[in-house]
């Protein structure tokens, strides 16, 4: 691990309680995603694929295992804490965008500014400045049912983006989406990832466009094996 590392998970485990036993939706998962690249996490469903996701975003602690967040070490943190480092350091973009129907898209973002007790001038800019930067310059005044499906995900990348994150953390981006939407949206979360320099996982059944990203990591029953991670530049190894 170096320090520009966006993400590291070393030796990960979490169970859920199941019935008399316990199931383990990660085993023993190690990854570390550097900061200004960006990772395809693929694998069958019901693989741990969301759960790895939710431990990177400091939703579920593990039950075993270290979470260092840009440098932080998530274990340190008491729950306000945790809190405090997902807003201020994690991006998270779900398959489906859940903006707010009465909302445009512009304050779709300044909102999130409100809810970080931000009540800057300078949130309206910034949200007009990333719907641009999305591809969204001319649909800041509209709402969510005048928006396409792949105009609702980009608005939902460019909310993401209002906190700065360090970390981007995406599940099935494109699962709604048909091809060529799916491809765009996919060619942006590399740009935004290359420009604004954090470390993203992108979870994904898509795998036509794993090939744009920097490196695959494959999951199988909560395992992430080493043999399994196959490179474009073999994500870990280069850290
Ligand atoms: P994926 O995203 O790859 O489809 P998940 O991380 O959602 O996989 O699930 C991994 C395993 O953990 C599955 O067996 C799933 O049923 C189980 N699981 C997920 N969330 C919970 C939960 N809150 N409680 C109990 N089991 C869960
Ligand atoms: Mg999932």
Do not use: W
């Not at 469903?45 to 932080?72: E, Q």
């Not at 099935?172 to 989406?177: F, H, K, Q, S, V």
């Not at 474009?232 to 850290?239: E, I, K, Q, S, T």
């Amino acid at each position: 691990m170096t320090a520009s590392a966006a993400l590291s998970l070393t030796g990960v485990t979490l169970e859920y309680p199941d019935g008399e036993g316990t199931l383990k939706a990660l085993d023993n998962v190690s990854l570390h995603v550097p900061a200004g690249r960006i990772l395809s996490l693929t694998g069958p469903s019901g693989s741990g694929k969301s759960s790895l996701l939710a431990v990177a975003a400091t939703l579920i602690r593990p039950t075993s295992g270290s979470v260092v967040v840009s440098g932080t070490d998530t274990a340190l943190l008491d729950d306000a804490g945790r809190t405090t480092l997902r807003r201020d350091k994690v991006g998270l973009i779900f398959q489906q965008p859940n903006l707010l129907p009465s909302l445009t898209a512009a304050e779709q973002l300044i909102i999130t500014d409100r809810l970080r007790g931000v009540h800057a001038s300078a949130s309206a800019a910034r949200a007009l400045e990333l719907l641009d930067l999305v591809g969204l310059a001319s649909a800041a005044d509209k709402r969510p049912h005048q928006l396409s499906g792949g105009q609702r995900q980009r608005v939902n990348i460019a909310r993401a983006l209002m906190g700065s994150p360090a970390l981007m953390l995406v599940d099935e981006p494109t699962a709604a989406l048909d091809h060529e939407r799916s491809e765009s949206i996919v060619k942006l979360l590399v740009q935004l990832t290359r420009e604004f320099g954090f470390g993203t996982v992108m979870v994904t059944h898509d795998t036509d466009f794993v090939p744009l990203t920097d490196a695959v990591a494959v999951m199988r029953d909560g395992c992430l094996k080493d043999d399994l991670l196959t490179n474009f530049g073999r994500v870990g190894a280069a850290l």
